[in-house]
């Protein structure tokens, strides 16, 4: 493979801000529509995995098993991180970003065409665990060329945070159609949920996935990787020169988002388990809380990105990691109530705590690794932490429930989760408002 050719001329301030806009829309387009891939799968796991690929197991013994399959995907997301991580460095973000979004969008297809158990028996979750395996991977590479994509365009070091936020706020808009696809199709399908009308909202992966390659396709490459191949500046190596040169900030970045990624998979897919098994509420009423927890993210993600300008990375994310310290028992109580609209407003503030951490999350990590490893430093630690906090959440929360009988356990494992960022992120160097463009040795 070939380096991506440098931008032909220096861009004027207004081309400059032309390429900015549509870098930007570019990384948050091409994000959410791979987050949706991802999220539809953890949305589904919940509610349709267990009984349709493990029907003969005990119900919160196949919701472990489905969840199991879940944590594949999180497990692959290093490697991917890995694989795209060194292309990223080498050929250019916006060549793999390509890459990236194409491996995840056919995986999801895909899992639309998977035969059940009562079709294969167990080659049914077989070929499950592989698709999953692979969305890992394309999702490992796409975040790090997403946020570099967007961060390397700022013309200011004072607005890396808030512009760095907005490929974060894929998140939210993936959770968001993922959700109200799961949604429109339960209650277009009924009773046939289970038979066909789960298997729609990933086949409709394939058309978001060609209005994401259309988008990405006309944006230019980032002037960080252009001046870095003028200069001849590429390491021949970026993946194992990362691991010998920033060893420190990949592990602390990955334990910087134990109390950012855990519970929010606590949130977003254990909810759909325990609010149907445990607070009886209906798989319909539980999709539309999550939907309106993701549209308030819309909002909470930049704005907490933009804060992290002006406060400091380190305090804005601390901050955050001590309020879900806490959120965690106080979500669980209100949930508990089993009234619904208690339960409703749980889920609803549910993601904030996170948004106060995701926000500047982009360009905490970002800016902690020189630009010639930048994509491979900030994709693995970022990774990393999927296979210690999101992969296996939703199956230690299925697990503690499941021994204790009390949610109060999962309480006490996110309140764990956020003294582990806590100390993580004290470590780390706040680069907020400095230059980062050099080749600098870090701190």
């Not at 950012?260 to 149907?276: K, L, N, R």
């Not at 990774?383 to 199956?395: D, F, H, K, R």
């Not at 309140?415 to 993580?424: H, K, M, P, R, S």
Request: aromatic share 14%; net charge neutral.
């Amino acid at each position: 493979m070939t380096i991506s050719q440098a931008n032909p001329a220096p861009l004027s301030s207004s081309e400059h801000q032309v390429q900015l806009r549509r870098a930007v829309i570019a990384s948050t387009v091409g994000t959410a529509i791979e987050w949706y891939d991802f999220f539809l799968y953890s949305t589904v796991t919940g509610l349709v995995f267990a009984k349709l690929f493990f029907p003969h197991s005990d119900p919160w013994v196949g919701t472990l098993e489905a969840f199991a399959i879940y944590a594949v995907g999180f497990v692959a997301r290093p490697i991917g991180a890995a694989i795209f991580g060194h292309y990223g460095d080498r050929i250019g973000r916006k060549s793999t970003l390509i890459a990236t979004l194409l491996l995840m969008g056919l995986a999801t297809f895909a899992v639309a065409l998977v035969p059940t158990y009562a079709s294969i028996g167990v080659w049914g979750a077989v070929i499950l665990t592989i698709l999953r395996f692979v969305q890992g991977i394309g999702v490992g590479g796409e975040w790090g060329g997403s946020v570099l994509m967007s961060m390397e365009w700022a013309r200011s070091d004072r607005t890396r945070g808030f512009i760095a936020s907005w490929p974060q706020f894929g998140v939210p808009c993936g959770l968001f159609l993922a959700n109200l696809a799961v949604l429109a199709f339960s209650q277009m399908s009924g009773e046939n949920f289970l038979a066909w009308g789960w298997r729609i909202p990933f086949a409709l992966s394939l058309i978001l996935v060609g209005v994401g390659l259309y988008i990405r396709l006309g944006i230019l490459e980032t002037p960080v990787f252009t001046r870095l191949v003028a200069e001849q500046k590429i390491e021949r190596q970026p993946m194992l020169a990362v691991l010998i040169e920033h060893p420190k900030e990949i592990l602390l970045s990955a334990f910087a988002r134990m109390s950012e990624q855990a519970p929010f998979y606590i949130f977003t897919a254990f909810i759909f388990s325990y609010g149907t098994k445990s607070l009886n509420v209906s798989r319909d009423f539980l999709l539309t809380a999550v939907l309106a927890a993701s549209v308030l993210s819309f909002v909470s993600i930049p704005v907490f990105g933009h804060l992290s300008d002006r406060i400091g990375r380190k305090n804005m994310y601390m901050l955050g990691a001590a309020v879900t310290g806490v959120f965690g028992f106080i979500y669980f109580g209100m949930l508990n109530t089993a009234w619904e609209p208690i339960i409703f407003f749980a889920i609803f503030l549910s993601l904030v705590p996170h948004d106060m951490q995701y926000g500047p999350q982009a360009a905490l990590i970002a800016e902690s690794f020189t630009g010639r490893l930048r994509y491979s430093g900030a994709s693995l630690g970022y990774q990393l932490a999927s296979v210690i906090a999101g992969g296996p959440a939703p199956l230690i929360a299925t697990w503690l429930y499941a021994t204790y009988g009390s949610a109060t356990a999962i309480a006490i494992y996110i309140a764990i989760c956020a003294v582990i960022t806590l100390v993580a992120t004290a470590l780390m160097t706040d680069y907020t408002g400095r230059d980062i463009s050099g080749e600098y040795k870090m701190q």
